[in-house]
């Protein structure tokens, strides 16, 4: 009978101060070829690109950002009193 | 050690080392469990490189006597920031970005050979309008083949949170005041639209995260289920790329919410807002205070009457649309003075954690030197039932200073307040406001708001 402490072993060391879960540790186990490997495809991906934009990884826009909404200025008075609640 | 020596009440989960006040200065003792960690962070050139970038808080190596010598590799003064706040008081951006933070460290640590052994939100703060880490002791080196330790923390402080945030409603924020280690996975993968399921990131990170650790707590669990796992570098940064794919990729925007659409609703004319602002400006200069907590400040437009003039001002809400709306700004204009978070006066944030002493009160963490409390008197009064004797106490256990704004019963908002009740009010006017204000403050000024019928007050607490 093998517990999920006993796999984990020889993972564990003293300091180590939170329990990691033997759940949130197999799982990354179990995902890890997966993500290793998406994440060097992504690597070689933005290189290839560099090849032919020239551009540095630095320069080429992430098309992940976070989209920024207009905002409301609020030192702007036509908006009313912002605090009038 | 001497006397005078206090240790952070929440600072004790981790071996490595804590905090502790000496006369008034906070220090952390390193503990010489963590020699090793420590002196890779600094020597790696990971500190440095953390610093400028301002993603770690600064701290130099003091000369004093540890406070507990055995144990003791070093004491460090770390640098303070403004304010201490918590996930529970951020709006959407704030906890996105202290999550992004965290994964931005993370990939330096990896680059620099260590890795993060903890990713508590509570670790990040807002210092100067930027999320900035305050543990030191948080990097560990890096050990090629472990996964990584803090990804259970991850998910439940950052990802579950913001998850719920962004895809189910704004308000399940407040499931980090019920959980002090992170919302249950089980939770969020329960409470999160089935659809989610299907997004690669969420699915594997909260839904099958969950799944694994139902499937794997206590029970037995065969070799080779995992066949000689290997959880290499590329690896781990494939994870925290993943995760800060799913963190990016999660957005809100401020709509429908109680105040998002109100702030077209106003009795104020353009003079009279001009009016109180510069009523407000005039009692900040004369009092010139250190700092300044506007209680209600929608979206912080007379936080920076303050902020401007480089005071440092806490610009609570609880609306979440107008915390973010003005957490936004900050961020567009690089303001350093304001922190906007999100706070319901009626219920503000309790003492929290082991024995009530990791997470502070709102109150705990003044008292401020000045508090603005501008056109919320009557949703305290009126719409919370608080009579007018217990507002004054609250407010002057709240700071030393208070610039409050009289809002009269024959005022349209009041009216609007008052139209589907019953009016049990009847001590709720002018006088009656005065007379009980000035049991705990001495008013030094009030004047009234040109056209319109409210009336601001500069007030100083008494002596005890």
């Keep these: ?85 | 050690m001497t006397n005078s020596d206090s240790r952070v009440s929440a600072s004790f989960r981790d071996p490595s080392g804590f905090l502790f006040t000496r006369a008034g200065t906070l220090y952390r003792q390193v503990n010489q469990y963590y020699q090793a960690d420590y002196d890779l962070l600094m020597k790696s050139g990971l500190y440095a490189a953390l610093v400028k970038a301002g993603l770690l808080v600064r701290h130099s190596e003091a000369a004093v006597e540890a406070r507990q010598p055995a144990l003791a590799y070093k004491v460090i003064q770390p640098e303070l920031v403004q304010f201490i706040s918590y996930p529970y008081e951020w709006s959407f951006s704030q906890y996105k970005d202290a999550a992004l933070a965290t994964l931005a460290i993370q990939k330096r640590a990896l680059e620099a050979g260590m890795s993060l052994k903890d990713a508590s939100a509570y670790n990040i703060q807002f210092h100067r309008g930027k999320p900035v880490l305050i543990d030191t002791l948080s990097f560990e080196i890096f050990r090629e083949g472990e996964p990584w330790v803090a990804y259970r923390q991850f998910c439940q402080h950052f990802l579950a949170p913001l998850a719920l945030m962004a895809l189910k409603d704004i308000r399940l924020s407040q499931l980090m005041r019920v959980y002090i280690d992170g919302v249950p996975l089980d939770l969020a993968s329960q409470l999160l639209p089935g659809k989610t399921r299907f997004n690669f990131g969420l699915g594997v990170h909260i839904h099958q995260h969950a799944a694994a650790q139902k499937r794997y707590a206590g029970k037995e669990v065969k070799l080779e289920t995992a066949t000689n796992p290997r959880f290499n570098k590329m690896a781990m940064l494939g994870l925290v790329d993943s995760l800060e794919g799913v963190v990016k990729g999660l957005t809100w925007k401020p709509a429908g919410t109680e105040w998002a659409e109100y702030y077209d609703a106003t009795n104020y004319s353009d003079a009279a807002f001009e009016h109180k602002r510069e009523l407000v400006g005039k009692f900040v200069e004369r009092v010139q205070p250190k700092n300044v907590w506007d209680m209600g400040a929608n979206n912080g437009v007379f936080s920076r009457v303050a902020g401007d003039k480089g005071i440092f001002t806490l610009s609570w809400d609880i609306d979440p649309a107008a915390v973010e709306q003005n957490y936004r700004f900050v961020k567009e204009k690089k303001e350093e003075n304001i922190l906007p978070l999100v706070v319901d006066l009626t219920n503000p944030s309790p003492a929290l954690g082991w024995n009530n002493q990791e997470r502070q009160s709102l109150e705990q963490r003044g008292p401020a030197d000045m508090v603005l409390a501008l056109a919320v008197i009557h949703h305290l009064a009126i719409s919370n039932n608080v009579p007018l004797p217990q507002l004054a106490d609250y407010f002057a256990g709240l700071g030393s200073w208070l610039v409050i704004e009289f809002v009269p019963k024959s005022d349209s908002q009041v009216q609007r307040l008052l139209a589907s009740r019953k009016d049990i009010f009847t001590d709720y006017n002018q006088a009656t406001f005065e007379a009980v204000f000035s049991e705990n403050f001495t008013i030094h000024e009030s004047e009234a708001i040109r056209g319109s019928e409210r009336r601001l007050y500069l007030m100083e607490k008494r002596a005890e």
Aim: net charge negative; proline share 13%.
């Design chain 1, 1 to 85: 009978m093998k517990m999920p402490f006993e796999l984990l072993a020889p993972y564990l060391r003293p300091s180590l101060y939170l329990d990691p879960g033997s759940g949130s540790f197999l799982i990354q186990l179990l995902i890890a070829a997966l993500l290793g490997g998406a994440f060097a495809i992504k690597i070689y991906w933005k290189k290839i690109k560099v090849l032919f934009t020239g551009k540095k990884p630095e320069e080429v826009p992430t098309p992940t950002e976070p989209e920024v909404t207009p905002m409301v200025t609020p030192e702007d008075p036509a908006q009313g009193d912002q605090n009038d609640k």
